[in-house]
């Protein structure tokens, strides 16, 4: 069996080539950050340590670097130390600190419409990023992720898979998980006496998810950013306009300068000849829209489509499963137990033949096993009135309409606990069936500026997200086909809850709002992730994919990290 391991130990600075790696004694690969330092001297700075705190930098300083990456997370991170590798002077900025603080989250505050979440508590604005908010759940972008669908509009990707999956090997050693890891060589090494769900494979087919420990990219490599002698990160560090060149010798479609605030009220500049956004799919597009340098639509906005096509994964439970023999399959499905045993894990996805007969988006469906004695609902009430978010008033109000039966389910959940934690998997009640769904690009699901102001003095995001027909019709599709499926084969039994209008959950998965296409009239970025008509502006993340995935878009965000990484370290704007 491939089983849980501890991270390794070994994280060495000052990455060479961050995309290679190499076996930990426990069979692991580690992050190989570290092979020596940049082969040739860089103009700019060269310390030992280039982690600052931005409110020591004096207002009015100007700060001159050949690359500004804006945004410490996952694909910051990535994209700069591998610039830093390949000798480039590189500043990232952090708007946040090393830690959480509620100054910083009170800067993702923001309007919401036609959903039940808060964008503005989902997220993480420190060092690292959605990193500490992940739950380390990977699937690599496939081919029918890519595909145009004539019953999907504005469905597809405008380069090549190869384009991208050329980078699955460093994206893997970034997120900690195994590179060559196929679904194949996962049922080999299965548990003795498990076995995929036998489904009809027109119908569904077994996914294959790596699960990272997950990987806290603010802490994991803090030591190679501050090592990186050619790389500079500033904390509390907030750019809030980006400025086009001006003068009679400059060229005013490229941006000079980023002005950037401080908590401590400080402003400074940092001029670079080329700037990359990777601050997410909600602050991406909000930064451009608050870019007035070419206009009031804002920067990249010659056709109104900066923060149009705005996505999520809608996340449904409806039901349960009572399988025949849980044993047998809940290693392999159980997301509580696999997040906490396992490298691997598998969830049931539609088959792209069948959706494609049926005119349907992909829809994939997980598993989570409820326990003897356990009381979910009761459990994740407790859970969430101890949390930060818009479910923690419901979660207080509901708890103190039912006070008795909650304090009353504190130690039977408590117990299930222990089950769960114990692996007793006979003890298991029935399962809980959560799905995702492919999110259909709309246009008028956008990031726009509200009226409102945050302490800077930049308007803040306002973002739609409402769920189409065709996403819900597709959710309840797959219910139905996996019931009659499981039921149909002995397998078990279910029950569905499908209401008319399902109670739909957020993953936060914030995606298209910047999207990629090569015609300015279709996206915001070209293949290369440029803005169109922005020679030296680029954006990098989960806001340039045209559409969305089924599954998870971590590892996606770090290969096209990595890949406009590639291009920057050959290419001086």
């Given at each position: ?22 076996a ?5 690969r ?45 694909a ?47 997220r ?68 003795p ?23 806290r ?21 907030t ?83 009572v ?9 392999l ?6 997040r ?10 539609l ?16 598993l989570?096993a ?15 009135a ?46 809980v ?25 930049m ?45 739909i ?41 045209p ?27």
């Amino acid at each position: 069996m491939i089983s849980r391991r501890t991270r390794g130990e070994t994280h060495n600075p000052c990455c060479r080539l961050i995309i290679t790696g190499r076996a930990s004694p426990m069979g692991r690969r580690q992050p190989v950050v570290g092979a020596g330092r940049p082969a040739s001297p860089c103009t700019g700075w060269n310390t030992a340590a280039m982690i600052e705190d931005a409110r020591s930098v004096g207002s009015g300083e100007l700060i001159a670097t050949d690359i500004c990456v804006v945004g410490a997370g996952i694909a910051g991170i990535a994209l700069a130390l591998q610039l830093a590798a390949a000798g480039r002077t590189v500043v990232l900025l952090e708007g946040g600190g090393a830690r959480r603080s509620a100054f910083s989250d009170s800067l993702y505050r923001c309007k919401v419409e036609g959903v039940i979440d808060d964008y503005g508590f989902s997220r993480s604005r420190y060092l690292g990023g959605s990193s500490n908010c992940w739950t380390g759940w990977c699937q690599p972008i496939s081919r029918a992720d890519m595909a145009v669908r004539d019953w999907v509009p504005n469905s597809g990707w405008p380069i090549a898979y190869e384009e991208i999956v050329r980078y699955a090997r460093g994206a893997a050693n970034l997120l900690e998980v195994a590179p060559d890891m196929t679904l194949e060589s996962c049922l080999e090494n299965a548990p003795p006496g498990t076995a995929p769900l036998p489904l009809a494979p027109e119908i569904f087919r077994p996914t294959l998810s790596l699960i990272s420990p997950p990987t806290r990219f603010g802490l994991i490599y803090r030591d190679a950013l501050r090592r990186a002698e050619t790389l500079r990160l500033l904390l509390h560090a907030t750019a809030t306009e980006l400025v086009p060149a001006s003068g009679p010798l400059a060229d005013p479609r490229r941006i000079d300068h980023a002005v950037v605030r401080t908590p401590s009220g400080s402003v400074f500049r940092i001029q670079a000849r080329q700037f990359v956004l990777a601050a997410g799919g909600i602050e991406n597009p909000r930064l451009l829209l608050a870019s007035k340098g070419h206009g009031p639509a804002g920067l990249g906005n010659a056709h109104d489509l900066v923060g149009r096509y705005f996505m999520d994964h809608a996340r449904v439970r409806s039901g349960t499963l009572v399988l025949e023999d849980p044993d047998r399959f809940s290693r392999l499905y159980d997301g509580s137990y696999f997040r906490a045993h396992a490298e691997f894990g598998l969830s049931v996805t539609l088959a792209e033949a069948y959706a494609a007969r049926q005119k349907l988006l992909p829809s994939q469906i997980g598993l989570r096993a409820v326990f003897r004695g356990e009381d979910t609902v009761r459990a994740v009430r407790i859970r969430d009135a101890f949390r930060l978010g818009p479910a923690n008033a419901k979660a207080r109000a509901a708890i103190a309409a039912d006070p008795f039966r909650t304090a009353g389910s504190v130690f039977p959940n408590a117990l299930a606990y222990g089950f769960r934690k114990a692996s007793l998997r006979r003890l298991i009640r029935h399962f809980v069936m959560e799905s995702v769904v492919e999110p259909e690009p709309d246009p008028e699901n956008r990031v726009t500026l509200d009226d409102e102001h945050d302490d800077f003095g930049m308007p803040r995001a306002k973002v739609r997200w409402s769920v189409g027909v065709l996403e819900r019709r597709s959710l309840n599709h797959a219910f139905v086909l996996l019931k009659d499926e499981v039921e149909r084969r002995g397998l078990g039994r279910a029950t569905l809850d499908l209401p008319e209008d399902h109670v739909i959950l957020s993953t936060s998965h914030h995606m298209g709002s910047t999207r990629m296409d090569p015609d300015p009239t279709r996206g915001v970025v070209d293949t290369d992730g440029a803005v169109h008509g922005i020679p030296n502006l680029f954006v990098t993340g989960s806001s340039v994919f045209p559409t969305g995935l089924v599954g998870p878009p971590t590892m996606t965000i770090c290969m096209l990290a990595l890949r406009l990484a590639d291009r920057l370290a050959t290419t001086r704007a």
